[in-house]
């Protein structure tokens, strides 16, 4: 496998007559944030290695207007909505991939009535399939038996009720999955829903991301995965506030590092 | 003669002061605006089905589960004793179905009595919960006050019911060995040295008190946590079928968005609401209002919420306490209490702005009651109408108009990952 990535812009693919199976919506946290760029380019990776025919809208791509709308700002919501269902329709895009679980609950659940219907994976899901599919493959590798825990991001498991998919693929990598206590429709939030993300927390004894490392690190992992760009940035801090060193891994970056895709 | 007047006095003062209570929680629930949950009833009667009369969601706490259940069918069923009641009251016999029924009369009275046993335990096992084990979120700060009174009052207005109906089968056993009853003459030797006239006027005052009792519960209830007994039906069909995740879009401000893309477009003028979001109950939707009459304020969300975990001001369930607590001011004060609001003065903007939007207190609520839904609500009226956002959400916000992210990337910038 090559060491550069391989990323068409829908724009330039449709100038050339082709068009892509699926659209890979980046969000802004893959786009930007340091640590979800990494998971954008290694699901990128995993889509170049199962030769996907896939683009992503580069510089027309704006936020979902997800934290805005959890703020409380409708206005701002339905400006950012409309301006990319414009941009998604006007490319017919049909099925769109992400990586982030609240660009994916908004494109699924606050798009269509707005305009916007489109079949909406996470990518978690995507992976899975293309698992099945046998169009891509999984190693052990270098996580054989090594016990990871999953955290489910709120925004993926109890409010899109999707449990399974990312445990299937980590069960693929051989490794020991292990649950806290709170997990699936039960689990902990990381702390950064509802626009939390953007803003300090409001007093109280402890913050929610040092609360929820606690119980992920009471099951002694090696790794602790997830499928949130906001998860992975809280869980990561709380970990580093805890003094351990215990990696945090979005599903696709585990896959990646566990069959020495990189 | 005297006592079936004073029977027919009482049931009809009992019902006449229930029917104001009840008319009084609908003009409450009126505050609210009409409610869009009318469709797909087939769902709803299902939903209502599973999660009200089949208690669906209760097992995940098990034995609370299995304490609740014991008193919801002991309710239902020794109730049905209050058709026998009725008809002796009305005409003055005594037992008025035992002769018809006759062995299988015994059987069902026996059945009631045990039940009524179930339930006087169950709720010495939940008054344990609540005072001895002090489990927390019975204890959690929203709790101070009359809300912890009203969850002991019921539990010993439920013992004291339970316990007149069997002391009244005890008295009747100790009086007649033949007497159409089973437990009642397991617990007659405790009455036996009485005389026969004493034990007769236990028994009618046993009568009594059970009935009387039953009027007086029927009418604390609309005025307590506990007319979710009644309301969990009606609640649960008005629940929130639509994606967990979605919060419904404002049609005024789809219009206000339509006609600045497209300037041919014309928007509904009559769309556009008095206000944006919620500011106080009337704010609210008729849905939202039931919910808070629902509660039962048995705190699973605060348990669940990750914000009331860590020690924030923020309780799912002091929210809809709140919201209640607002429209009964509203129905009692009226006018002398127009110029209260839900906002700040029950509800603290800091609790709102701690929420994660979570969904853990929606998926743990019994009564699939909806706190998220009102907190979102009074959010939109924050920023839309006062623009009163924490800071830091306001320059999020300013990004995300500026350049289309959160942060201050430019757009042009999106796909720079690529090549670093």
């Known amino acids: ?262 | 003669m005297a006592a079936q007047l004073a029977f027919f006095i009482l049931l009809t003062a009992g019902s006449v002061v229930f029917a104001w209570q009840v008319q009084r929680l609908r003009r409450g629930l009126a505050m609210g605006r009409p409610s869009e949950r009318n469709d797909q009833p087939l769902r709803r009667w299902k939903t209502m089905a599973r999660v009200a009369l089949g208690q669906g969601k209760m097992g995940s706490r098990p034995v609370a589960a299995l304490l609740h259940v014991v008193v919801y069918v002991g309710f239902v069923l020794i109730n049905i004793e209050v058709l026998e009641i009725l008809v002796d009251g009305a005409i003055g016999s005594h037992r008025f179905f035992a002769p018809y029924l006759g062995g299988a009369y015994v059987g069902i009275i026996g059945f009631f009595e045990l039940l009524g046993v179930a339930v006087i335990i169950a709720c010495l096992a939940f008054l344990f919960r609540r005072h001895v084990m002090r489990i927390p979120r019975f204890r959690h700060a929203d709790m101070k006050g009359w809300p912890s009174k009203d969850a002991d009052i019921i539990l010993y207005i439920e013992i004291m019911l339970m316990s007149a109906l069997l002391l009244m089968n005890t008295a009747e056993a100790a009086m007649d060995a033949e007497a159409p009853v089973v437990v009642g003459h397991w617990l007659a030797p405790l009455l036996s040295g009485m005389d026969e006239n004493s034990l007769h006027w236990i028994e009618r005052i046993a009568w009594w008190f059970h009935f009387a009792g039953i009027l007086a519960f029927l009418n604390y209830l609309p005025r307590s946590k506990h007319f979710h007994i009644i309301l969990a039906f009606p609640n649960t069909w008005y629940s929130k079928l639509s994606a967990r995740g979605r919060i419904p879009a404002m049609p005024s401000v789809t219009g206000e968005i339509k006609s600045m893309m497209d300037p041919s477009y014309v928007p509904d003028e009559t769309a556009v609401p008095d206000r944006f979001g919620a500011k106080d109950v009337s704010d609210l939707s008729f849905a939202n209002l039931l919910n808070a009459f629902t509660c039962t304020e048995c705190g699973r969300c605060t348990s669940a919420c990750p914000a009331s975990i860590t020690g924030k001001s923020l309780s799912p369930r002091q929210i809809m306490m709140a919201t209640r607590d607002r429209v009964e001011e509203s129905l009692d004060k009226g006018e002398s209490a127009k110029d209260n609001h839900l906002l700040d003065n029950f509800i603290s903007r800091e609790s709102l702005w701690a929420c994660t939007s979570c969904n853990a207190c929606v998926e743990v609520c019994p009564l699939n009651i909806d706190p998220l839904d009102i907190i979102l609500q009074m959010r939109q009226y924050l920023t839309m109408e006062e623009s009163a956002a924490p800071a830091p959400l306001n320059s999020m916000m300013s990004n995300i108009e500026n350049n289309g992210a959160p942060w201050a990337y430019p757009q042009a910038d999106r796909a720079a990952w690529i090549n670093e």
Not at chain 1, 37 to 49: C, Y
Not at chain 1, 144 to 161: A, E, S, T
Not at chain 1, 181 to 207: S, T, V
Request: charge should be negative; include cysteine.
């Open chain 1, 1 to 262: 496998m090559t060491d550069t990535l391989h990323v068409p812009i829908l724009a330039d693919m449709l100038a050339e007559g082709k068009k892509p199976d699926v659209l890979f919506w980046v969000g802004c946290a893959g786009s930007f944030d340091d640590r979800a760029k990494k998971v954008t380019k290694a699901f990128v990776k995993l889509l170049n290695e199962a030769g996907i025919s896939f683009a992503i809208l580069g510089s027309e791509e704006g936020c979902t207007g997800d934290p805005a709308r959890r703020s409380g700002n409708e206005f701002l919501f339905q400006m950012q909505a409309m301006q990319n269902i414009e941009v998604l329709n006007g490319y017919d895009v049909q099925r769109i991939v992400t990586t982030c679980p609240h660009c994916f609950n908004t494109l699924k659940n606050e798009y269509p009535e707005l305009g916007g219907k489109y079949e909406v994976f996470h990518h978690s899901q995507f992976l899975r399939e293309l698992l099945k599919a046998g169009k891509l493959t999984i190693q052990g590798g270098a996580f054989k038996g090594k016990r990871i825990v999953f955290h489910d991001p709120c925004y993926l498991g109890r409010i899109n009720q999707t449990y399974e998919a990312p445990r299937d693929l980590l069960k693929a990598l051989d490794a020991e999955l292990h649950e806290m206590g709170r997990c699936k429709k039960n689990g902990l939030c990381c702390g950064a829903g509802g626009a939390q993300m953007f803003k300090e927390p409001e007093k109280g004894d402890k913050d929610i991301n040092v609360e929820r490392v606690e119980e992920a690190l009471a099951t002694k992992p090696d790794i602790i995965a997830t499928g949130c760009p906001f998860c992975k940035t809280m869980i990561s801090d709380g970990v580093s506030h805890s003094g351990k060193d215990v990696p945090v891994l979005d599903i696709a970056e585990a896959i990646v590092q566990a069959g020495d895709l990189s």
